[in-house]
């Protein structure tokens, strides 16, 4: 069955310091791969997405992802947060005419 | 354009009774999902539409949860009859066609059953 993980519920960094988000996902075949971030009392909003070609994609806000085939995984990181970097995240997986699936999210927290 | 509208963001039910939860999907997207959000199981599919047909019912939420589209532009979620492990935020969410993968979402509505 198609599965979406993300290993850690809460991660708490400085402000600064750098950030990685780790996603795992198990699919037959490569999906496509998302990053949503909610922030509180919002919807989801898309950060970025992954359909093929180049394994590192960029996205908003200073944030990017890379793709692994071989590990199964799509990595969510960001050289410097901010505080108002504090949300939820949340890597979701999906092939086309197909339902999403998503991962049970992580709570991020910056301290500043 | 408009984005993914819900009504109502917040609804307070006693136990028992039967809400119905209302989406508005952006203009000309041919897909629409309704997920359950909780900290606990995070969001979880309770339905999803292509062009107003059901595609997937969650297998788990069939015996109380309904959800139908109307016409392409509106969509409900009725539970009837609520229970308190009901209380959760729902998401209603569209998507233009089936190849692009990526949702648009409303701000949710927030339920509590007591």
């Known amino acids: 069955a198609q599965s979406v993980t993300q290993p850690d519920a809460r991660v708490t960094v400085s402000e600064g310091a750098s950030l990685q988000l780790r996603c795992k996902y198990s699919?037959?075949?490569?999906?496509?791969l998302f990053w949503y971030v909610q922030y509180q009392r919002q919807g989801l909003q898309l950060l970025l997405k992954?359909?093929?070609?180049?394994?590192v994609v960029q996205g908003v806000n200073g944030f990017e992802a890379e793709f692994s085939k071989s590990d199964s995984s799509f990595h969510l990181r960001k050289a410097s947060v901010h505080w108002s970097d504090s949300a939820v995240y949340f890597c979701?997986?999906?092939?086309?005419?197909?339902?999403?699936?998503f991962g049970k999210g992580t709570h991020l927290h910056v301290l500043p | 354009d408009a984005g993914v509208t819900q009504t109502p963001r917040h609804e307070v039910a006693e136990k028992g009774q039967t809400i119905i939860l209302k989406c508005e999907p952006v203009?000309?997207?041919?897909?629409l999902f309704w997920y359950r959000q909780t900290k606990i199981q995070g969001l979880e599919l309770l339905s999803y539409?292509?062009?107003?047909?059901?595609?997937?019912d969650g297998g788990a939420f069939k015996d109380r949860f309904k959800a139908e589209m109307l016409n392409s532009s509106f969509s409900t979620l009725k539970i009837q009859p609520t229970e308190p492990k009901d209380s959760a935020v729902y998401l209603c969410?569209?998507?233009?066609?089936?190849?692009?993968?990526?949702?648009?979402f409303g701000e949710g509505s927030k339920l509590t059953v007591l």
């Open positions: 969410a569209s998507r233009p066609t089936a190849n692009t993968g990526q949702l648009y």
């Open positions: 699919y037959s075949g490569t999906p496509y």
């Open positions: 992954y359909y093929s070609g180049d394994p």
């Open positions: 979701a997986a999906s092939r086309i005419a197909y339902k999403v699936i």
């Open positions: 203009s000309g997207h041919n897909d």
């Open positions: 539409f292509r062009s107003k047909s059901l595609m997937e």
